[in-house]
C-alpha cells in the first residue's frame, strides 16, 4: 500500500508490528521508554429504574448531564496517593452519566443504563496482575461512592460490566489500559508526542502515517478524520490540511461537551457539591 495509518499506540506500532532492525535505533528506544501506565477503569451499569441523587430533584434538567463524584483537590490528590502506590482508589474520583436519559432506547421500558468512568486504577496491582478478586473489590468501592451520594442506587443494579485496566487492554488492545493512549505528562504533550522529532503523524516508514489517540485534538472523532484520509488520498499530501481538521475535530468536541450549549445538544457537565447520605 502507498498509505498505512496507524491507530495502534506507539508501543504496539514500532514494537509489535514492525522489525526494530527496520527503524533507527533512536525511534526504537523512544518507543520503549514511552510511558503508558494505565489509570483508569469503566463500569456499565443496568438499573431496574431512575436512581435519585440527594439534594437534586428527580427530575432536574442536572441530572441529565454528566456527574462528577468529587469535592475537594486534597481527596483527588489522595484518590491518585492508591494509585501511586499500585492499587485502585479506595475513595474513588467518579464521572458517572446516566445515557438513557437523553436517548431511552437505550434500554427497555422504565430501565436504565449507566455509563461510570473510574479513577485511579493501576495497570497491576502491587506489581503484580490484575486478579478478579481485585476486580471485585474496585467494583465495590466505585459502587459504595456513587450510593453515597444515591440512596437507591444500589438496590436498583440488575447488572454491572466491569473493566479494569486488566480487561481494556485484552479486550480493547490499548497496551496497559491507557484509554490515551500514552501519559498525559508535560515530557509527552505537544510537539514531543509521541517522542520528540515524530510529531504531525509522522514515522520513519515512508508513507505510514499514525493517526491515534496520543494526539489530542484527533479524540474523539478520530474514526471521521481516518475516513476523510481514506476516501481523499490526495489529503495525505498536503499535511496542513489533515492537521487543519484535526482542530476542528477538536473545536467540535469542545463545542458538544461546552455546557453553554446544552440547550442545543443534550450533553452537558453537573458539577455540583451533593450531600452524602447521614
Known amino acids: 500500500a502507498r498509505i498505512v495509518v496507524s491507530n495502534l499506540d506507539p508501543k504496539r506500532t514500532f514494537l509489535k508490528i514492525m522489525q526494530e532492525t527496520d527503524l533507527p535505533k533512536d525511534l526504537v528506544s523512544?518507543?520503549?521508554?514511552?510511558?503508558?501506565?494505565?489509570?483508569?477503569g469503566k463500569l456499565n451499569i443496568a438499573l431496574d429504574g431512575l436512581p435519585t441523587f440527594n439534594g437534586l430533584p428527580k427530575e432536574s434538567p442536572l441530572c441529565l448531564g454528566e456527574k462528577h463524584f468529587i469535592d475537594s483537590l486534597p481527596r483527588m490528590e489522595r484518590a491518585y496517593d492508591d494509585w501511586k502506590s499500585g492499587t485502585w482508589s479506595k475513595d474513588p474520583y467518579v464521572d458517572m452519566l446516566i445515557p438513557t436519559r437523553v436517548d431511552p432506547t437505550m434500554a427497555p421500558p422504565g430501565k436504565h443504563m449507566?455509563?461510570?468512568?473510574?479513577?485511579?486504577?493501576?495497570?497491576?496491582?502491587?506489581?503484580?496482575e490484575w486478579t478478579d478478586e481485585d476486580k471485585d473489590g474496585f467494583e465495590k468501592s466505585v459502587i459504595d461512592q456513587i450510593a453515597n451520594y444515591s440512596p437507591n442506587f444500589r438496590d436498583?443494579?440488575?447488572?454491572?460490566?466491569?473493566?479494569?485496566?486488566?480487561?481494556?487492554?485484552?479486550?480493547?488492545?490499548?497496551?496497559?489500559?491507557n484509554i490515551f493512549m500514552g501519559e498525559l505528562t508535560f515530557d509527552q504533550l505537544l510537539f514531543n508526542r509521541p517522542f520528540p522529532g515524530y510529531a504531525q503523524y509522522r514515522s520513519p516508514i515512508k508513507g505510514c502515517l499514525l493517526m491515534t489517540r496520543i494526539f489530542p485534538?484527533?479524540?474523539?472523532?478520530?474514526?471521521?478524520?481516518?475516513?476523510?484520509?481514506?476516501?481523499?488520498?490526495?489529503?495525505?499530501?498536503?499535511?496542513w490540511l489533515i492537521t487543519a481538521f484535526s482542530w476542528l475535530a477538536f473545536?467540535?468536541?469542545?463545542?458538544?461537551?461546552?455546557?453553554?450549549?446544552?440547550t442545543l445538544i443534550p450533553v452537558s457537565y453537573t458539577h455540583l457539591t451533593l450531600p452524602t447520605k447521614a
Open 30 to 40: 523512544k518507543a520503549k521508554n514511552f510511558k503508558i501506565r494505565g489509570s483508569s
Open 114 to 128: 449507566m455509563s461510570v468512568f473510574v479513577q485511579y486504577a493501576p495497570p497491576k496491582v502491587e506489581g503484580r
Open 156 to 177: 436498583l443494579i440488575l447488572h454491572c460490566e466491569t473493566r479494569t485496566p486488566r480487561e481494556i487492554e485484552a479486550e480493547v488492545g490499548l497496551t496497559e489500559g
Open 217 to 239: 485534538h484527533t479524540a474523539p472523532p478520530q474514526g471521521l478524520l481516518c475516513y476523510l484520509l481514506r476516501v481523499s488520498r490526495q489529503w495525505m499530501r498536503n499535511m
Open 251 to 262: 473545536l467540535l468536541r469542545g463545542f458538544i461537551e461546552n455546557p453553554v450549549y446544552s
